[in-house]
């Protein structure tokens, strides 16, 4: 039986919430998450852990999902989850969304990127070179970061480019992110970002129910303009979803500006019809 790796905090509360962390990272940037949500049983889900899963199969959203669904099922039966994620984890959120509907009681998700056909070639191009498993190339085209620096550079300063590219601080954060990468060898993180790349919303399992007031999308203003796009796309699938871009945050922002971050979500966990935009910080996007 196909497995995914977590690690849980049983706080014997009645209601649970699930982390999922984004791309080339893993569950310890949730670190500044574990004692605020001490109210809740808390389950944070490791997409890159070197399970028997993760060793013998590729990568698929779709997988994961189901996989997440098993877990939930078998620890918490009928009840239904708070979903919190970043990136490559709002995609999963999202898909689960659309397809184990009956899991969700809250889903807030932040700097999601969904792919559009405005992008088909762009993202064709960057298939082609995953395809080829250029992992030099793959870090030019996700990180921006041109060709002719890199070529030149050691892989201490490639890790030092994820650090400044989501906001973290060297000195706190480096052997966290550094553990991330060593976790994933070059295949696996070719297969995993070619899989978040192509992501598009899944066809929802009862198309009536598109009117999804319990979920939160939210992106910083200093992550990539596409997931600001991506954001309105998300709207067109589901109704009445809110959307907030909070003011020069960047894509791990829960780690970086956490006070905001873990209010943000318990506010809206609390009560959906919250308006937040009482918040200096946050802009509401119709």
Same mark, same amino acid.
């Given at each position: ?55 013998? %199969? ?6 994961? &999902? ?5 877990? =939930?099922?078998? $620890?918490?039966?009928?009840? *239904? ?5 970043? !990136?490559?984890? !709002? ?16 889903? +807030?998700?932040? !700097? ?5 056909? *405005? ?15 250029? =992992? ?23 890790? %030092? ?8 601080? *060297? ?16 295949? $696996?993180?070719?297969? =995993?970002?070619?899989? &978040? ?24 203003? $200093? ?9 309105? =796309? ?8 809110? +959307? ?11 780690? +970086?500006?956490?006070? *905001? ?26």
């Amino acid at each position: 039986m196909e497995h995914i790796s977590f690690k849980e905090i049983n706080n014997k509360k009645i209601e649970t919430i699930v982390f999922i962390h984004t791309n080339l990272v893993n569950s310890w940037i949730w670190k500044n998450q574990q004692n605020v949500f001490d109210n809740y049983n808390q389950i944070y889900i490791n997409l890159h852990e070197n399970t028997e899963n993760m060793k013998n %199969s590729n990568f698929s959203i779709k997988k994961t &999902s189901a996989n997440i669904k098993k877990l =939930i099922k078998n $620890k918490i039966k009928d009840q *239904k989850i708070h979903f919190v994620g970043i !990136g490559l984890g !709002g995609q999963i959120i999202l898909y689960i969304l659309a397809t184990y509907p009956e899991l969700v009681k809250t889903a +807030i998700v932040s !700097g999601v990127n969904v792919k559009t056909s *405005k992008y088909s070639k762009e993202y064709d191009e960057l298939t082609a070179i995953l395809e080829n498993k250029k =992992i030099e190339q793959l870090l030019i085209a996700i990180k921006t970061t041109s060709e002719e620096i890199l070529s030149k550079k050691s892989s201490k300063f490639l890790t %030092s480019a994820y650090l400044a590219e989501y906001g973290l601080h *060297k000195k706190e954060h480096l052997k966290d992110i550094t553990h991330s990468l060593n976790e994933i060898n070059e295949d $696996k993180m070719i297969n =995993i970002t070619k899989e &978040s790349l192509k992501f598009k919303i899944p066809e929802l399992k009862n198309p009536s129910e598109t009117d999804k007031k319990d979920v939160l999308v939210l992106y910083g203003t $200093k992550e990539y303009p596409k997931v600001a796009k991506s954001a309105k =796309i998300i709207k067109k699938h589901l109704k009445n979803v809110q +959307i907030y871009t909070s003011y020069r945050s960047i894509h791990l922002w829960n780690l +970086i500006e956490y006070v *905001k971050f873990n209010t943000i979500v318990k506010e809206f966990i609390k009560d959906k019809k919250i308006n937040l935009e009482n918040k200096p910080y946050l802009k509401k996007i119709e």
